[in-house]
T-cell receptor, first 111, second 115 residues
Framework: GIQVEQSPPDLILQEGANSTLRCNFS?????LQWFHQNPWGQLINLFYIPSGTKQNGRLSATTVATERYSLLYISSSQTTDSGVYFC?????????????FGKGTHLIIQP | ETGVTQTPRHLVMGMTNKKSLKCEQHLGHNAMYWYKQSAKKPLELMFV???????ENNSVPSRFSPECPNSSHLFLHLHTLQPEDSALYLC??????????????FGDGTRLSIL
């Protein structure tokens, strides 16, 4: 199956800092999503981005499908950004396919 | 997100009990999924339902039995579970059109503890 690797595994930053999270995948993908899991376990959709660039407030994401990676940018970090960020992909298409998740990046934003 | 509702939010059960997890989606989607998140492990796909038909079973033990009576509801029936089955169980839904995979939307999960 497809491999999804996220880096770094852990990141500790001060409030106001910027960060870049990376997701590498081993095969062509049909779907790529970024999620934020908060301390209560809720998985929040950030971006649906199989290719291209999107922005939503302080967050933006870029996927370069031909080079098999995606980046999530967080600017002017806030303590509420803390949590685990997951990248997840599907790769076979043609119907409903389960997501394959990376192990996540655990982000801690200190005040 | 309120489009996918899971109940109960927390469940504690003994190994000999039988219980069910419920998922309901209010998004008009036609595909639903069960995922498992154990401590220190990535989220793992368990089952996929497309138009109420199971299209994927990711080698899940038979003590987990899914049911999808219609496109809006998904159940996970549990019986004779083991302590290692303690985990967060997440339900998701998506709209599949046969033209590529669409984003999946997740519920808040059921946190299951097996005594």
């Amino acid at each position: 199956g497809i491999q999804v690797e996220q880096s770094p595994p852990d990141l500790i930053l001060q409030e106001g800092a910027n960060s870049t999270l990376r997701c590498n995948f081993s095969d062509s993908v049909n779907n790529l999503q970024w999620f934020h899991q908060n301390p209560w376990g809720q998985l929040i959709n950030l971006f649906y981005i199989p290719s291209g660039t999107k922005q939503n407030g302080r967050l933006s994401a870029t996927t370069v499908a031909t080079e098999r990676y995606s980046l999530l940018y967080i600017s002017s970090s806030q303590t509420t950004d803390s949590g685990v960020y997951f990248c997840a992909v599907t790769y076979s298409g043609g119907g409903a396919d389960g997501l394959t998740f990376g192990k996540g990046t655990h982000l801690i934003i200190q005040p | 997100e309120t489009g996918v509702t899971q109940t109960p939010r927390h469940l504690v059960m003994g190994m000999t009990n039988k219980k069910s997890l419920k998922c309901e989606q209010h998004l008009g989607h036609n595909a639903m999924y069960w995922y498992k998140q154990s401590a220190k492990k990535p989220l793992e796909l368990m089952f996929v339902y497309n138009f109420k038909e199971q299209t994927e079973n990711n080698s899940v033990p038979s003590r987990f039995s899914p049911e999808c009576p219609n496109s809006s509801h998904l159940f996970l029936h549990l019986h004779t579970l083991q302590p290692e089955d303690s985990a967060l169980y997440l339900c998701a839904s998506s709209q599949e059109s046969g033209e590529g995979d669409q984003p999946q939307h997740f519920g808040d999960g059921t946190r299951l503890s097996i005594l």
